[in-house]
Nanobody, 122 residues
Framework: VQLVESGGGLVQAGGSLRLSCAGS????????IGWYRQAPGKEREGVSCISSKEGTTYYADSVKGRFTISSDYAKNTVYLQMNSLKPEDTAVYYCAAVDPPPLTERTLVYSWGRGTQVTVSS
């Protein structure tokens, strides 16, 4: 199982970015895909999760209404569309193959990507 993130960068507050997570070695029927983020000096937190098998999506309260997770089954890729970005969204964003969704203490992470930096300037 391999995951590769892309799409991070520097954006002004209020702007948008779309992160991609390309998977190989598995299918979306095997795992849900979660997005986590870790800001400097803070613990890693779950941001969003999608289960193609269950047809469900989940969002942390801090990103609801601003972020949208989606998947392209044919490309084995999950996207995180991030709108109305805030400086507090600045973090390294990681995607992970997880089970079961949503992202709780019970969720097992089977593989991590290397992460992509998102920086939101004020």
């Amino acid at each position: 199982v391999q995951l590769v993130e892309s799409g991070g960068g520097l954006v002004q507050a209020g702007g948008s970015l779309r992160l991609s997570c390309a998977g190989s070695g598995f299918t979306f029927d095997d795992f849900a895909i979660g997005w986590y983020r870790q800001a400097p000096g803070k613990e890693r937190e779950g941001v969003s999760c999608i289960s193609s098998k269950e047809g469900t999506t989940y969002y942390a309260d801090s990103v609801k209404g601003r972020f949208t997770i989606s998947s392209d089954y044919a490309k084995n890729t999950v996207y995180l569309q991030m709108n109305s970005l805030k400086p507090e969204d600045t973090a390294v964003y990681y995607c992970a193959a997880v089970d079961p969704p949503p992202l709780t203490e019970r969720t097992l992470v089977y593989s991590w990507g290397r992460g992509t930096q998102v920086t939101v300037s004020s």
